[in-house]
């Protein structure tokens, strides 16, 4: 979209933005946050033998392997369990903030959230519900975005679940050239699951979703509630692929994912890592 200001492309730093403010209704009700939820074991320094692993550290995991040691996690009010367990992150050896989800109109809007504080910065993002077997993948994103100089790095898994998950292409300098937004069939092999972007994107999708905001307040006239329509990152990605901004690809095609937002998606999480 057009009104976004470019700034450099050299950040300082790289920092994981992780969205943690679903409802997780789909497997509700649960006894604590679905980002939280155990899926297999880990050892635990000073306990003695294995303990529960929540789903988020395994996300959280990868991040400290690419040395990325600073993450924001967005909550939404209520679910004060994860800042309880997580703490500060000291006992994963990370540096963990927590911010308040504002807007209630998708992943976006709650990534949206981090903008202040990672406007110099490289943005690393990732789903805690998703756990990956390429456990080196934000390394390898970090990688391909400082060799292309892309604005946004996509990490591309296969899948045939088409209806629940965007479909991406990619031409054969990996660069992106659509992405099908949860179609009901497709022929394309990859979808996105996590993501390494610039400060380049970080200003569009900001500038995006504040001029979406403005134009729907007009069309609703001044002194009426603002009815946002929800997006997705997937919509974000799309607008600023045809904005041109230079969005890539890397495929995992030898790895797989699992997102544990459904019953029968739990119970494989399960057989998996457990």
């Given at each position: 979209?057009?009104?976004?200001?470019?700034?450099?492309?050299?950040a300082q730093r790289v920092v994981g933005v992780i969205p943690a403010a679903g409802h997780a209704i789909r497997i509700s009700?649960?006894?604590?946050s679905k980002e939280l939820y155990p899926i297999g074991f880990q050892s635990v320094s000073g306990a003695g033998g294995l303990?529960?692993?929540?789903?988020?550290?395994?996300?959280?995991g990868t991040m400290k392997l690419a040395r990325i040691d600073r993450v924001f996690i967005i909550v939404r009010s209520g679910k004060w369990d994860i800042p309880a367990y997580l703490g500060d992150g000291s006992a994963m050896d990370l540096h963990l903030a927590y911010l308040i989800m504002d807007l209630p109109y998708g992943v976006p809007y709650t990534v949206d959230q981090s903008y202040p504080f990672v406007t110099r910065a490289t943005v690393a993002f990732g789903f805690p519900d998703i756990i990956f077997q390429a456990d080196?993948?934000?390394l390898q994103l970090l990688v391909h975005q400082r060799q292309t100089d892309a604005d946004v790095v996509l990490g591309?898994?296969?899948s045939n679940a088409s209806a629940r998950l965007d479909m991406v292409d990619i031409d054969g300098q990996g660069r992106v050239s659509r992405l099908e937004l949860?179609?009901?069939?497709?022929?394309?092999?990859y979808t996105w699951i996590l993501a390494v972007w610039t400060p380049v994107f970080t200003e569009f999708m900001h500038n995006?979703?504040?001029n979406y905001q403005r134009a729907v307040r007009r069309r609703e006239g001044a002194g009426s509630p603002s009815l946002l329509s929800e997006l997705s990152m997937g919509e974000?990605?799309?607008?600023a692929t045809s904005s041109g901004l230079r969005v890539v690809g890397v495929p995992f095609a030898d790895h797989t994912f699992v997102d544990i937002g459904t019953p029968e998606d739990l119970r494989r999480a399960a057989r998996i890592f457990g």
């Open positions: 979209m057009p009104g976004f200001v470019r700034r450099s492309r050299i009700p649960l006894p604590c303990r529960p692993k929540p789903v988020c550290q395994y996300l959280l080196d993948a934000f591309l898994f296969p949860k179609p009901e069939r497709s022929d394309l092999q995006c979703l504040s974000v990605f799309q607008a």
